[in-house]
């Protein structure tokens, strides 16, 4: 069993920054998929941005040169670096860990408010 162990939420003011980072609590097969979803009160969860083990990146329109993802492979940890961060980025974002298995962190609070 792959734990996924996610930190970095909080609150900001609209157009600050957070850091997200999402550890595996052990080694993955590859090849997998590292991602954040994120599910806003009363709406349905939705893709925020994934990066393959080789390095592919795919992101929300809504999160499109706001939004970046990284990872390192050599500690099982995906980052998500969102810059100039709306209210309407206000959700629990959740890691996402896709390979032979399908494995979910436990969620952080994003708020942006003034």
């Known amino acids: 069993q792959v734990q996924l162990v996610e930190s970095g939420g909080g609150l900001v003011q609209p157009g600050e920054s957070l850091t997200l980072s999402c550890a595996a609590s052990?080694?993955?097969?590859?090849?997998?998929?590292m991602g954040w979803y994120r599910q806003a009160p009363g709406k349905q969860r939705e893709l925020v941005a994934t990066?393959?083990?080789?390095?592919?990146?795919n992101f929300a329109d809504s999160v499109k040169g706001r939004f970046t993802i990284s990872r390192d492979n050599a500690k099982n940890t995906v980052y998500l670096q969102m810059n100039s961060l709306k209210p309407e980025d206000t959700a629990v974002y959740y890691c996402?860990?896709?390979?032979?298995?399908?494995?979910w962190g436990q969620g952080t609070q994003v708020t942006v408010s003034s």
């Open positions: 996402n860990l896709r390979g032979l298995f399908d494995y």
């Open positions: 990066i393959t083990s080789g390095g592919s990146t």
């Open positions: 052990r080694n993955v097969f590859r090849p997998n998929t």
